[in-house]
């Protein structure tokens, strides 16, 4: 039976939607027509750039405040390029933003990438294909992020700018550049046949680099361990790994403490006994268990 779209999910859908929608409008109300295409007359108009947003996810400025993706930055830092102090400005206020939240709320709410998995993922369960839950561990991403840091500087431009699939969906739909279609590509047909999420939760650099980043993060979901019927029901439904979960779900823990968590709220919404929840600020590590709610005398 097909499960009904939770609250918090809808949420999610309607920001990653809107999201799209934002970097579109520049050009639009500017007179423009998408992917780069100039759809206005002979008379002189605005540049999409006037306006007080604009931009890609990977730079972009609003409201005259200069935002940019902390791994370009590495990137272009690492290439020898340099970068304006009003670049790192914009790099230093995305990281401070995500990591006071969660690092990987990037993925879950905002990044188009995520998106398209997510509807790949419906349509091989629609299909019917069964595929592995994993096939790299979720930290290779990391692994993945110093790597491409250490080849811009090896071949002095940025590496994964050029191949990024982010790129391919956001860049392309504003500016008709499609750099990274070909890793776009390649990802759905991984997702389709190799293994469940494997880009997101195991290769995607900017995901490894968020995944540093969320282990400071305020936002956190919270179990009530008296009320969690341990169905399995949120591990099934984890868009970063199912393995995040394990400690909380063990007793061991009272938070979803893993940077790799999206804060994506399907494991809350997917829960029947509503033993999940949202919690602000980072718990103590340990939750109080039920052995030591035990009375110490009851031993005969």
């Not at 940019?68 to 930055?73: H, K, R, V």
């Not at 900017?206 to 019927?229: E, M």
Request: proline share 5%.
């Amino acid at each position: 039976m097909t499960r009904s779209m939770g609250k918090i999910t809808l949420a999610r859908r309607i920001v990653q939607v809107v999201m799209l929608g934002l970097f579109c409008l520049p050009p639009l109300l500017a007179g423009w027509g998408l992917a780069g295409l100039y759809a206005g007359g002979d008379g002189e108009v605005a540049t999409p750039a006037e306006g007080v947003f604009f931009g890609s996810l990977s730079s972009s400025a609003a409201a005259g405040i200069p935002l940019l993706d902390p791994l370009a930055a590495l990137e272009v830092l690492a290439s020898g390029y340099g970068l304006a102090a009003v670049g790192l400005a914009g790099a230093a206020l995305v990281v401070v933003a995500y990591g006071l939240v969660r690092g990987r709320a990037f993925c879950g709410w905002v990044c188009p990438v995520n998106l398209i998995g997510e509807g790949v993922d419906a349509l091989r369960h629609r299909l019917g294909i069964a595929v592995p839950e994993r096939v790299l561990d979720r930290h290779v991403k990391i692994a993945v992020a110093v790597a491409v840091v250490a080849a811009s500087a090896l071949v002095g431009f940025p590496v994964f700018e050029t191949v990024s699939p982010i790129g391919a969906v956001n860049k392309g739909l504003v500016f008709g550049g499609f750099a990274g279609a070909g890793t776009l590509v390649a990802i759905v047909i991984a997702e389709l046949f190799v293994s469940r999420r494997v880009w997101c939760r195991a290769l995607c650099p900017l995901g490894g680099l968020f995944q540093v980043l969320g282990r400071a993060g305020q936002v956190n979901v919270r179990i009530n361990h008296d009320a969690c019927v341990h169905c399995g029901q949120c591990e099934e439904a984890c868009l970063a790994d199912p393995v995040i979960l394990a400690p909380a779900l063990s007793g061991d823990d009272i938070i979803v403490r893993a940077g790799d968590c999206m804060a994506c709220g399907a494991c809350v919404d997917t829960c029947p006994a509503r033993a999940l929840s949202f919690s602000l600020g980072r718990l103590p590590a340990r939750a109080q268990t039920r052995r030591e709610e035990r009375d110490p005398v009851a031993e005969s």
